[in-house]
């Protein structure tokens, strides 16, 4: 891991760790910062596992991730978990939609990533940047698409609100104000692997080196600065 990975992943833990230790300790005095206290705290705990499950996965398979993916990885738990779930960033407009677009260009590179290691290296010296571009367009949107399925699977279920189709005290919205959340995240989605698809296509159509970044390493390659 780079000097900067380390330090964003080191900002994680010890940040849900000051989290637990202050707002759990409010919430036991029985004086909770949030409504719903509990499930936050349980879900913030549950980050320091998260951000650690590519450590975890890379000890385990002896392989290392491209520092970038880890990079944009730990980014994105940062604002979800810590800042979004636990410190309620969600309530900021467009707070979650910055967080699909962000996402989903993580998600385009790992698509480059998983193209790289899926292909020869002679055949991917003749590969078409634009079926590489493509590829991680379709795979980074894709795995948006499957997160509403998810989404809309579990607010069925569980009577939630991940789709934000009920307004405030509980009132269903109708129309299209029932689909903006929705389509506001696929929307997201979609521009978010797009800007990186067209990042890899011409930096790839200029040098394929450059796809050395979103590359996954061997163990013996992946040395930490």
Request: charged share 15%; net charge neutral; glycine share 10%.
């Amino acid at each position: 891991m780079t000097k900067r990975s380390n330090f964003l992943y080191w900002l994680n833990i010890g940040g849900d760790l000051l989290y637990l230790l202050i707002v759990g300790g409010l919430f036991i005095s029985g004086r909770p910062l949030f409504h719903g206290q509990a499930m936050l705290l349980a879900q913030v705990a549950s980050g320091i596992l998260i951000v650690s499950l590519p450590r975890l996965m890379e000890h385990w398979w002896h392989f290392r991730f491209p520092p970038l993916l880890i990079y944009l990885f730990e980014i994105f738990i940062l604002l979800s978990v810590l800042l979004g779930t636990g410190l309620q960033c969600y309530s900021v407009p467009y707070w979650d939609k910055f967080e699909h677009l962000f996402s989903a260009a993580m998600l385009a590179g790992l698509g480059f990533a998983i193209f790289a290691a899926l292909t020869p290296a002679k055949r991917l010296a003749t590969t078409s940047p634009l079926l590489m571009a493509l590829f991680a367009l379709a795979f980074g949107t894709t795995i948006g698409v499957l997160w509403e399925f998810y989404e809309f699977t579990f607010d069925g279920l569980l009577g939630m609100n991940m789709q934000r189709y009920m307004a405030a005290g509980g009132v269903l919205l109708r129309g299209r104000a029932a689909l903006m959340d929705t389509m506001g995240d696929l929307f997201m989605d979609f521009f978010g692997s797009l800007g990186l698809a067209l990042f890899g296509y011409f930096g790839i159509k200029r040098d394929l080196r450059w796809l050395d970044t979103f590359t996954f390493l061997p163990e013996d390659r992946g040395t930490r600065e």
